[in-house]
Nanobody, 125 residues
Framework: EVQLQASGGGLVQAGGSLRLSCAAS????????IGWFRQAPGKEREGVSC????????YYADSVKGRFTISSDNAKNTVYLHLNSLKPEDTAVYYC??????????????????WGQGTQVTVSS
């Protein structure tokens, strides 16, 4: 069974940083790419970033490009999302998800078949 566990969220002031973690089990990174999504109250879930070990590429939404960094530690079977220069509009529940396709053709939540629980990120000021 594919399992994903997101963690690392919290409360931070504007301009601060957080590191989110997505621990994966039940699959290998040569079978799935991993994406991060977020959903704010009253808004639809939106893609934030994606990492493809098979492509050797990373992807970012324009709203976070230059501020967020996605990375992976294959030895730990974990994907990270480093959130820097946080803004209040970054406040949302952040989810990690896995797709059998590759990031280049995976843009929407429906493209990802496996999901972890969300972790809350709240940015004040």
């Amino acid at each position: 069974e594919v399992q994903l566990q997101a963690s690392g969220g919290g409360l931070v002031q504007a301009g601060g940083s957080l590191r989110l973690s997505c621990a994966a089990s039940g699959f290998t990174f040569n079978e799935y790419d991993i994406g991060w999504f977020r959903q704010a109250p009253g808004k639809e879930r939106e893609g934030v970033s994606c990492i493809s070990s098979r492509e050797g590429n990373t992807y970012y939404a324009d709203s976070v490009k230059g501020r967020f960094t996605i990375s992976s530690d294959n030895a730990k079977n974990t994907v990270y999302l480093h959130l820097n220069s946080l803004k209040p509009e970054d406040t949302a529940v952040y989810y990690c998800a896995a797709t059998r396709q590759v990031c280049a053709v995976s843009y929407f939540p429906s493209d990802f078949g496996s999901w972890g629980q969300g972790t809350q990120v709240t940015v004040s000021s």
